[in-house]
Nanobody, 124 residues
Framework: QVQLVETGGGLVQAGGSLRLSCAAS????????MGWFRQAPGKEREFVAA?????????YTDSVKGRFTISRDNAAKNTAYLQMNSLKPEDTAVYYC????????????????WGQGTQVTVSS
């Protein structure tokens, strides 16, 4: 059974930082591209960042470029990360981890697997 478990969300002031983690089990982690999406109240789920299975390629939505960094640990922890710096109130959302067999697949909100989400709230 595949599980993606996100941790690291919370309440932070504008300008602060958080690091989200997504621990994967039940799949060959190094064979999957990983991504992060977010969904704010009343809005559709939107793409945030993606990383290829090797970690060599990354891709970000324009609104987080230069502030967020996606990374992964294939060797020991089977975990993907999202380092979020210079947070803004508009970053407030539930953040979801996603896994897909293809790099393109993880950039669309139809991956193979979803995590349960973790709340990020940025106060002004």
């Amino acid at each position: 059974q595949v599980q993606l478990v996100e941790t690291g969300g919370g309440l932070v002031q504008a300008g602060g930082s958080l690091r989200l983690s997504c621990a994967a089990s039940g799949l060959t982690f190094s064979s999957y591209a990983m991504g992060w999406f977010r969904q704010a109240p009343g809005k559709e789920r939107e793409f945030v960042a993606a990383i290829s299975w090797s970690g060599i390629s990354t891709y970000y939505t324009d609104s987080v470029k230069g502030r967020f960094t996606i990374s992964r640990d294939n060797a020991a922890k089977n975990t993907a990360y999202l380092q979020m710096n210079s947070l803004k109130p508009e970053d407030t959302a539930v953040y979801y981890c996603a896994a897909a067999r293809t790099y393109g697949g993880v950039k669309r909100p139809q991956p193979d697997y979803w995590g349960q989400g973790t709340q990020v709230t940025v106060s002004s």
